[in-house]
């Protein structure tokens, strides 16, 4: 069973750091292409980036409210994703998803973790 | 600002067909990326519902379907029942953005 495990939310001021993990199991995490998508309270689902897998490339991409701030890595010996976020703002408040992709589609969810970006 | 445009509610009787539609651009859609659909229960995470356009995963009723012509897509939920009550969003790739895209989202009430 595939199973995403999100952590490392709480509450940041703004201009903070905060880096979320995401600990996956139940596939072959090696060959899998990950993203993170949020939801800030009340809204709808956005895209924030992607890492594609090793053998791929391994290569990133962001959303443009994000590019520049935020920075997604994998571990592939930890079977882990993070998503590392500085300069944070007010607007970054959501909850943050790890998401497996295949094909393009958002296959598998974690639960999700909640960032709060408040003074 | 999302670039797929859903409704933002559509409702239905119990074993009423409805539809959702999601409009993109030749950028997205237009440009023959795949659509896929997820549903979200309040409070919880989205599940991929219909992906590659029209293909169900397993465990997804039948009575979902999806379709794609143009620069749009389709979801139809034949057979409204209750506990299909819920957010629906389209997702694609846009080639302008280099980035994936969500639709605005659309609530579906069984009335």
């Known amino acids: 069973e595939v199973q995403l495990v999100e952590s490392g939310g709480g509450l940041v001021k703004p201009g903070g750091s905060l880096t979320l993990s995401c600990a996956a199991s139940g596939f072959t995490v090696n060959n899998a292409w990950m993203s993170w998508v949020r939801q800030a309270p009340g809204q709808g689902l956005e895209w924030v980036g992607r890492i594609k897998s090793k053998t791929d490339g391994g290569t990133t991409d962001y959303a443009a409210p994000v590019k520049g701030r935020f920075t997604v890595s994998r571990d592939d010996s930890k079977s882990t994703l993070y998503l590392q976020m500085n300069r944070l703002k007010t607007e970054d408040t959501a909850v943050y998803y790890c998401?497996?992709?295949?094909?393009?589609?958002?296959?598998?969810w974690g639960q999700g973790t909640m960032v709060t970006v408040s003074s | 600002q999302s670039v797929l445009t859903q409704p933002p509610s559509v409702s239905g009787a119990p074993g009423q067909r409805v539809t959702i539609s999601c409009t993109g651009s030749s950028s997205n859609i237009g440009a023959n990326y795949d659509v896929h659909w997820y549903q979200q229960f309040p409070g919880t995470a989205p599940k991929l519902l219909i992906y590659g356009n029209s293909n169900r995963p397993s465990g997804v009723p039948d009575r979902f379907s999806g379709s794609k012509s143009g620069t749009s897509a389709s979801l139809a939920i034949s057979g409204l029942q209750a506990e299909d009550e819920a957010d629906y969003y389209c997702?694609?790739?846009?080639?302008?953005?280099?980035?994936?895209?969500f639709g605005t989202g659309t609530k579906v009430t069984v009335l």
């Open positions: 997702q694609s790739y846009d080639s302008s953005l280099s980035a994936y895209v």
């Open positions: 998401i497996t992709l295949y094909n393009g589609s958002h296959k598998f």
